[in-house]
C-alpha cells in the first residue's frame, strides 16, 4: 500500500496540492464570509444536515444552497487537505514543511467544530469572528508550507534561465503593462530629438501624464465611489473624480519625468521620454505639471469637497517627494511604501462620495497597497538589468531573484487575506466572492510556475496575472456594489 501511494503521489506532486489547497481553504473562507453577511445560517439551524437534507432542501430558500454549499466543500477541503499531507510524508518533504502542514491539518477540526457551535448557535458575532481567524490561520499556515516547499527545490543559485531581456521588455511596453515608458531608445543616452510640430509636441506632453496609469487608478477610486453609495454616485461626483483624478496623475507623471530624466536616458525601456530626449525642456514640464496639479485642485473643489481634493494633492506630493526622490533610488523597500500611493485614489473615491474616509475604502487601499509588490516586483525581474544601469535599488538587482520571488508569493497571499477582510467590511456578495476565489488561484498558479521555471517568461506571465486580479477584482467590486 506504502508504494502505491507513494508512485501515485510523488514529492513532486506535492506544491500542486499545496496550492490546491490553499485555494480550497481561500473559497471556504469566503464562503463563509458570503454565509454569514447573507445570514444563512437562520436559515439552517442544525448540523451537518439542514433538517434532515444534505444536498438538497424542502424549500426555495437561497440561503440553504449557500449552507450546504459551504459544508459540502468543507468536506472535499478536508479529503484534499489529508491527500497533501499523505503526499507530504510520504515523500519526504523539509520537516517546516510537514510541520505547517500538520498545523494546518490540526486546526482543520477545530474550524469545523468553530463552524457547527456557529450553526447552532445562530451565528454569534464572536464565534464568526473566531471562526473567519483560525480560517486565516489554516490558509497562512498551507501558504507558507507551499512557500518553502518551492524554495526547497528551486536552491537560491539556482540559474535563471535565457533572460531574452529585450523581446520580453518589447512585450511588455506593447501590452501596456509599464507604466513608467515605452521599451526603445539608447541605453546610453540618445541625442536631443529636433524639433517637433504641433501633433508630436502635443503627443509628448501627453506621455508626461502616464496614461497607462489612469485606468487602473481610476477604476480603483470608481470602486471606492460605488462601495460609499451602495450603487451609482452622481455622474457630476463621478466625472468631477475622474477627471481630478487623471489631472493629479499627469502632474504626478510629468515631475517624476523631470526628476529622472537624468537616469532614463541610462535605461533602455525610458531613453526617450519626452524629458530625458529634451523634446520638451525640463522648465516647460515643470510648469506643465504645475498647471495640472492646480487644475487638479479647482476640478475637486468644484464637483466634490475640500477632502477629495486634500488626498488629491497629498496623492501628488507622495508619489513626487516620498516615492521619486526618497525611496525610490534609496532603499529596497521602495514598491512596497510607494504602493501607498496607489492606495490614496481609494480613499479619495469614498471622500468624493461621502466627505468622510470609511474603513471598506481603508481596507480597500490596504489591498492595493499588499497587491503592489506583488504586481510590480515580477516586473523587476524582467527589468532588473535596466535598474541595475539606472543605479535603482531594485529588490531583485540588490537580493537577487530568490528573495523576490519569496516576496511576491507572500504579498500575494496578504493580498488575497486583505481581500477576504474588504469581503467583510464591505458586505460585498458573491460575484465578489466568486471572482476573488478564480482570480486569486490565477494569480496563484502563475507564482508557483514562476518558481518552477524561473525566466523572465515566468516572471512577465505573473505580471499580467497580478494586472488580471486587481483589475476583475475591482470590477467585481463595481458590480456588487451596483447590481448586486
Not at 442544525?46 to 430558500?61: E, K, V, Y
Request: aromatic letters at 8%.
Amino acid at each position: 500500500m506504502s508504494g502505491r501511494l507513494r508512485a501515485r503521489v510523488p514529492a513532486s506532486r506535492v506544491p500542486a496540492l499545496l496550492a490546491a489547497s490553499t485555494v480550497g481553504v481561500y473559497l471556504l473562507i469566503l464562503a463563509g464570509v458570503t454565509s454569514v453577511l447573507a445570514n444563512a445560517a437562520s436559515a439552517c439551524p442544525t448540523w451537518p444536515a439542514c433538517g434532515g437534507h444534505l444536498l438538497s432542501s424542502p424549500t426555495n430558500d437561497p440561503r440553504l444552497l449557500i449552507v450546504i454549499g459551504h459544508r459540502f466543500a468543507a468536506l472535499v477541503v478536508a479529503g484534499l487537505l489529508v491527500w497533501t499531507a499523505v503526499a507530504a510524508w510520504r515523500g519526504g518533504v523539509d520537516r517546516r514543511v510537514q510541520g505547517a502542514i500538520g498545523v494546518a491539518i490540526l486546526l482543520y477540526p477545530v474550524e469545523v467544530w468553530i463552524g457547527a457551535a456557529t450553526a447552532l448557535s445562530g451565528a454569534s458575532s464572536t464565534l464568526s469572528a473566531v471562526h473567519l481567524v483560525v480560517a486565516m490561520a489554516i490558509f497562512s499556515g498551507l501558504l507558507l508550507a507551499l512557500l518553502w516547499q518551492l524554495e526547497a527545490e528551486t536552491p537560491a543559485d539556482a540559474a535563471t534561465g535565457a533572460r531574452g531581456a529585450e523581446p520580453l521588455a518589447a512585450e511588455a511596453a506593447g501590452a501596456g503593462i509599464d507604466a513608467d515608458a515605452s521599451v526603445t531608445g539608447d541605453p546610453t543616452g540618445p541625442t536631443p530629438r529636433a524639433p517637433a510640430g504641433l501633433r508630436e509636441t502635443a503627443w509628448a506632453y501627453f506621455e508626461l501624464t502616464k496614461p497607462k496609469l489612469w485606468w487602473l487608478l481610476c477604476l480603483v477610486a470608481f470602486a471606492a465611489m460605488t462601495m460609499a453609495a451602495g450603487g451609482l454616485p452622481p455622474i457630476r461626483t463621478v466625472a468631477g473624480t475622474m477627471v481630478g483624478g487623471i489631472l493629479a496623475i499627469g502632474a504626478s507623471g510629468t515631475f517624476n519625468h523631470v526628476l529622472e530624466r537624468d537616469r532614463d536616458r541610462k535605461m533602455a525601456r525610458t531613453a526617450d521620454r519626452p524629458v530625458a530626449t529634451a523634446e520638451i525642456p525640463a522648465t516647460r514640464a515643470v510648469a506643465f505639471g504645475v498647471v495640472l496639479a492646480a487644475a487638479s485642485v479647482v476640478v475637486f473643489l468644484s464637483t466634490t469637497n475640500v477632502l477629495s481634493a486634500a488626498l488629491g494633492v497629498l496623492a501628488i506630493l507622495f508619489y513626487t517627494v516620498v516615492y521619486t526622490m526618497v525611496l525610490k533610488p534609496n532603499t529596497t523597500q521602495n514598491t512596497v511604501l510607494g504602493g501607498a500611493v496607489g492606495a490614496l485614489p481609494a480613499l479619495i473615491g469614498w471622500a468624493a462620495v461621502t466627505d468622510t474616509i470609511g474603513m471598506p475604502a481603508i481596507v480597500l487601499g490596504a489591498v492595493i497597497f499588499l497587491w503592489t509588490p506583488a504586481h510590480f516586483y515580477s516586473l523587476a525581474i524582467v527589468l532588473q538589468d535596466d535598474y541595475a544601469r539606472a543605479g535603482f535599488p531594485m529588490l531583485p538587482v540588490v537580493r537577487g531573484e530568490a528573495v523576490t520571488r519569496r516576496h511576491i508569493l507572500g504579498y500575494l497571499g496578504a493580498t488575497m487575506l486583505g481581500a477576504v477582510l474588504l469581503g467583510v467590511t464591505s458586505s460585498l456578495d458573491w460575484v465578489f466572492a466568486a471572482v476573488a476565489i478564480g482570480v486569486g488561484a490565477v494569480f496563484l498558479w502563475a507564482v508557483v510556475r514562476l518558481y518552477r521555471e524561473r525566466t523572465e517568461r515566468a516572471a512577465f506571465r505573473a505580471f499580467m496575472a497580478s494586472n488580471a486580479y486587481l483589475g476583475l477584482l475591482l470590477v467585481a467590486i463595481v458590480v456588487d456594489a451596483m447590481v448586486v
